[in-house]
Nanobody
Framework: QVQLKESGGGLVQAGGSLKLSCAASGRIFTNYTVGWFRQAPGKEREFVAGIVRSIITPYYSDSVKARFTISRDNAQSTVYLQMNSLKPEDTAVYYC????????????????WGQGTQVTVSS
């Protein structure tokens, strides 16, 4: 069993930055694919960024590439999402997820989810 808890969301002006954290409990976190997803009002949950198990190369959606950076600290069982150059369209609830999957872009492939943290970007 893995439990995830996000933090770091808030209100920021366009062009600003936020860093989200996702703390995981459970001693097998290292073997899990971790990802960040987001869901805006009236829209489906969408993939933002992910790291597949122990593979170093991260993956990003086209909408956040070059602005967001995902990283993981296995010793601390924590995943981060550094978000720079934020835009109003980045406004959403951000969720972290973990799972024993290689389908890192597919939300239903993940077994564990956090409660989400709200990110609001004002124009």
């Amino acid at each position: 069993q893995v439990q995830l808890k996000e933090s770091g969301g808030g209100l920021v002006q366009a062009g600003g930055s936020l860093k989200l954290s996702c703390a995981a409990s459970g001693r097998i976190f290292t073997n899990y694919t971790v990802g960040w997803f987001r869901q805006a009002p009236g829209k489906e949950r969408e993939f933002v960024a992910g790291i597949v198990r122990s593979i170093i190369t991260p993956y990003y959606s086209d909408s956040v590439k070059a602005r967001f950076t995902i990283s993981r600290d296995n010793a601390q069982s924590t995943v981060y999402l550094q978000m720079n150059s934020l835009k109003p369209e980045d406004t959403a609830v951000y969720y972290c997820a973990a799972g024993r999957t290689l389908l890192f872009r597919t939300s239903r492939a993940y077994e564990y989810w956090g409660q989400g943290t709200q990110v609001t970007v004002s124009s």
